[in-house]
């Protein structure tokens, strides 16, 4: 498995803008689908946006669509999501996530960074 370590949350006003990064460990990280999730107070987690190892197959979920991009460094381990046009209900724990196959369903990856906050303000 891939150790995964979040950073980049922090408190923003509607539409700012903000990046979160996802740190990996392990030397087969380009092997991996990589996934951004969230989780709201009292919600469920939900699907933000996955990239297949190569960063060239990306989906997102309707509710960030046009505002929010994927993208992943193989090199350096890392993957990144750049979220624009924030509005309030983006407020979230977002986690990254990594696992074998590019799927919408959080069940389907086995390696979960801590979580980092993401507040947006209006």
């Known amino acids: 498995q891939v150790q995964l370590v979040e950073s980049g949350g922090g408190l923003v006003q509607a539409g700012g803008s903000l990046r979160l990064s996802c740190a990996a460990s392990g030397r087969t990280f380009s092997t991996y689908a990589m996934g951004w999730f969230r989780q709201a107070p009292g919600k469920e987690r939900e699907f933000v946006a996955v990239s297949n190892w190569s960063g060239g197959t990306t989906y997102y979920a309707d509710s960030v669509k046009g505002r929010f991009t994927i993208s992943r460094d193989n090199a350096k381990n890392t993957v990144n999501l750049q979220m624009n046009s924030l509005k309030p209900e983006d407020t979230a724990v977002y986690y990254c996530?990594?696992?074998?196959?590019?799927?919408?369903?959080?069940?389907?990856?086995?390696?979960w960074g801590q979580g980092t906050q993401v507040t947006v303000s209006s």
């Open positions: 996530a990594a696992g074998r196959i590019v799927t919408i369903r959080w069940g389907d990856f086995g390696s």
